[in-house]
């Protein structure tokens, strides 16, 4: 196990197993990682004016008190009665208000509550069990968000399979200067599989870590994980009624704290590409005693965020704006153009680079995946949900199940 000691944070920590388990006020009072990241502080440089965010997932309840007037005209995708704001579990609107919720009538404070929203509904495995769905809402969600004006996108849900499509839409995202966060899924106890698109390169795989600052056993782990966020005790609509706070845990909780401090630290400088706001991120990230310098955690990836680190010390450097920190590759900087659309349920082909164009990571100094200290142990895994494929409406489409993961 990666001991992220808290002390050392001043920060957040990730998710967990079970989604939901008792019911709980919500708000602030029992948002344990505002007061260790030290929002006051955060606060008074920014509250993530300017940005907006695009959130991936079962739709944004707008009319919820926390995010009135925090949500902005997006788009819904899945192909079955209602739009973007017609939440059909709760999970959107509930990481909505972690990114930007304002905590208005006691609910759910933001990370960043000057930030926007700007929803995007598609469908997960229960809906697609009950309806017939557009089989390509992920990969045209992506795209969508991709050419908005939003410059994060937060996906907090995912499949254990792959789709071609999927990651090059993914890639074009990243080319067009936007980060994306995606959970990496809460199934390291349950086979620790894969789960995309948090595993696409292009993506930033955000792991769960738990108040001690200790990666979650159920957060799903491996050689793609890139950074983690508290994902543990951690308030979210118990149901689609809106009727009251139950304490979660997952991944999905931490991808969208992640997508909250992408927010902040692009808000302070809104000059800055996402390769330089990525990097700051990972140069600033939390980590634990005996981690090896240059060193990847697959538990954890760089560490746990922290943005009051650049914030308030200005710890982490922005470096190339057009190399991506995570990949090492020219990409999503200042001079990309935008590419060409392709028809829907297809995208064009990821740019290739040559060596040259792939230094290390930021501060390794050797490959970009090496083990950190902690790697040897095996006993923390992600759970996250099981993945099935199912036939739609006799049309020979086969869409890839894909689970909240909290």
């Known amino acids: 196990m990666l001991p992220v000691v808290a002390a050392a944070l001043c920060t957040v920590v990730g998710a967990t197993g079970p989604a939901i388990a008792a019911p709980t006020a919500g708000g602030r009072a029992d948002q344990w990682y505002l ?12 509250k993530g004016e300017g940005i907006k965010v695009a959130v991936i997932d079962s739709g944004v309840n707008s009319s919820v008190p926390s995010l ?16 973007e704001t017609d939440d059909y579990t709760g999970h959107g609107t509930t990481m909505a208000e972690l990114i930007a919720g304002t905590g208005a009538g ?10 926007k929203i700007i929803p995007y509904r598609v469908s997960d495995t229960d809906l697609q069990n009950t309806q017939k ?3 390509f809402d992920m990969q045209q969600a992506i795209r969508a968000a991709a050419d908005s004006d939003a410059k994060v996108i937060n996906i907090s849900m995912g499949s254990e399979y792959s789709s071609v499509a999927e990651e090059e839409v993914v890639e074009y995202a990243q080319r067009k200067g936007k980060l994306i966060f995606a959970s990496t899924g809460n199934d390291a106890q349950r086979g620790n599989k894969e789960n995309f698109p948090a595993a696409y390169p292009a993506a930033v795989a955000v792991a769960a870590t738990d108040p ?175 993945a099935a494929v199912v036939l739609l409406g006799g049309a020979g489409l086969f869409v890839a199940r894909r689970r909240r993961n909290t």
């Open 133 to 135: 769905v557009n089989g």
């Open 35 to 46: 007061e260790a990241m030290h929002v006051d502080e955060i606060w008074k440089s920014t």
């Open 212 to 386: 001690e600052g200790v990666v979650a056993k159920f957060s799903t782990n491996g050689t793609t994980t890139d950074i983690s966020a508290p994902g543990v005790n951690i308030p979210g609509w118990c149901d689609a009624t809106f009727t009251k706070y139950c304490t979660q845990k997952g991944t999905s909780p931490a991808a969208a704290l992640a997508s909250a401090t992408a927010a902040l630290i692009w808000s302070k400088h809104p000059e800055w590409t996402g390769n330089q706001v990525l990097r700051v991120m990972f140069e600033s990230a939390g980590r634990g005693e005996g981690w090896k310098p240059g060193s990847i955690s697959k538990y954890v990836g760089h560490g746990v965020v922290r943005p009051n680190a650049h914030l308030t010390r200005g710890l982490g450097k922005p470096g190339d704006p057009d190399v991506s920190p995570d990949t090492g590759e020219r990409v999503g900087g200042k001079a990309a153009a935008a590419t060409p659309k392709p028809s829907e349920g297809s995208a064009e082909k990821p740019e290739s680079s040559s060596p040259s164009d792939k230094p290390a990571l930021a501060g390794s100094t050797g490959t970009a995946r090496t083990a950190d200290a902690g790697d040897t142990d095996t006993g923390y895994l992600i759970g996250g949900a099981v």
């Open 68 to 83: 009135r007037g925090q949500v902005l005209k997006g788009k819904d995708l899945t192909g079955v009665e209602g739009d």
């Open 106 to 115: 006691g609910g759910i404070q933001g990370l960043a509550p000057a930030a």
